[in-house]
Nanobody, 120 residues
Framework: VQLQASGGGLVQPGGSLRLSCAAS????????MGWYRQAPGKQRELVVS???????VYADSVKGRFTMSRDNAKNTAYLQMNSLRPEDTAVYCC???????????????WGQGTLVTVSS
């Protein structure tokens, strides 16, 4: 199983970016998916998580600006980031609880990070 994150880049304050996280490999089902970020010199923090049914938990710092969505048929999650601020600069990673085979237990997987830089 692999998680592939993409969509990072350089954006000016107030701008927008859309990140994608695609899961591939042996996948029977995916329960919770989430986005985390780690800024330079800081600990990794949860940005948002979403259950398969669509229930979400957002960090207070991104509420109203970031929106997570999922396409369960494509095993893909998205993070729409609007009104970006310099303090949103970080490496963003996706995370997922995946059941690889019917009847097996879920395992937690991390994708590689994608860098988001918010700067003028």
């Amino acid at each position: 199983v692999q998680l592939q994150a993409s969509g990072g880049g350089l954006v000016q304050p107030g701008g927008s970016l859309r990140l994608s996280c695609a899961a591939s490999g042996n996948i029977f089902s995916i329960s919770t998916m989430g986005w985390y970020r780690q800024a330079p010199g800081k600990q990794r923090e949860l940005v948002v998580s979403m259950t398969r049914g669509g229930s979400t938990v957002y960090a207070d710092s991104v509420k109203g600006r970031f929106t997570m969505s999922r396409d369960n048929a494509k095993n893909t999650a998205y993070l729409q980031m609007n009104s970006l601020r310099p303090e949103d600069t970080a490496v963003y990673c996706c995370n997922a609880d995946i059941v690889p085979y019917s009847g097996s237990y879920h395992s937690n997987y991390w994708g590689q990070g994608t860098l988001v830089t918010v700067s003028s």
